[in-house]
């Protein structure tokens, strides 16, 4: 079997990452890995040993440690018997990255990372607040998580796209804009691909 191929998602809370893999997966034939939905999912199993600690740092606006999210994608990615993969939210900072070199960075191809770029009054305030008091179900979708996330995005995340940015490996998308026509501008990153244009 050839290596899994890996697609990054990152941007802003509330950049429209989810929504957008949506319709990546359903037009490309990607499987969908949210490292947040992951954290989430594991932390609502009864018994989880990681359980505990995820909710605590979740609350927090913090990362949860490495090894527990490369973990869960490396069990995701081996259970779906797929092979294309977008990993949304993740590496978010470098201990992310330094852990996901170490442990699974050889055992996979990463394509690019596809990075949607977003205004926090947009992206953060407006989106997430909407979420939230549309019933989210999501325990961070408030004020105040929503200041220590964007925070830790731009302190923790940003050089990370720099990172990858600097190897050329970044896709940029604008994020400010309606769902379709964000993936228009998706859309043509990915028929490049097919079209076996470069990454």
């Known amino acids: 079997m050839s290596m899994p191929k890996v697609i990054f998602v990152l941007g802003a809370p509330g950049a429209g990452k989810g929504t957008q893999c949506q319709k990546i997966v359903e037009n490309f034939g990607y499987m969908h890995l949210s490292a947040g939905d992951l954290l989430r999912e594991e932390r609502a199993k009864p018994g989880s040993q990681y359980g505990e600690l995820i909710e605590s740092y979740i609350q927090e606006g913090k990362i949860v440690p490495v090894e527990i999210t490369c973990s869960l994608l490396e069990n995701a990615m ?7 993969f977008l990993i949304d939210g993740f590496p978010r900072n470098q201990n992310n990255l330094d852990g996901w070199n170490k442990a699974v960075a050889k055992n996979v191809k990463l394509l690019f990372v596809l990075f949607f770029d977003c205004p926090k009054e947009v992206a953060c305030v407006e989106r997430c607040l909407d979420r939230g008091a549309a019933g989210s179900g999501r325990s961070d979708d408030n004020m105040q998580s929503l200041e220590k996330r964007f925070n830790t995005y731009i302190t923790e995340t940003q050089p990370i796209i720099k990172y990858y940015e600097e190897r050329g490996l970044v896709r940029n998308v604008d994020a400010n ?6 993936f228009d501008d998706v859309k043509k990153i990915f028929d490049n691909i097919n079209a076996g244009g470069d990454f």
Do not use: F
Not at 177 to 182: E, L, S, W
């Open 78 to 84: 081996k259970k779906s018997n797929r092979d294309k």
């Open 177 to 182: 804009k309606a769902p379709d026509d964000v």
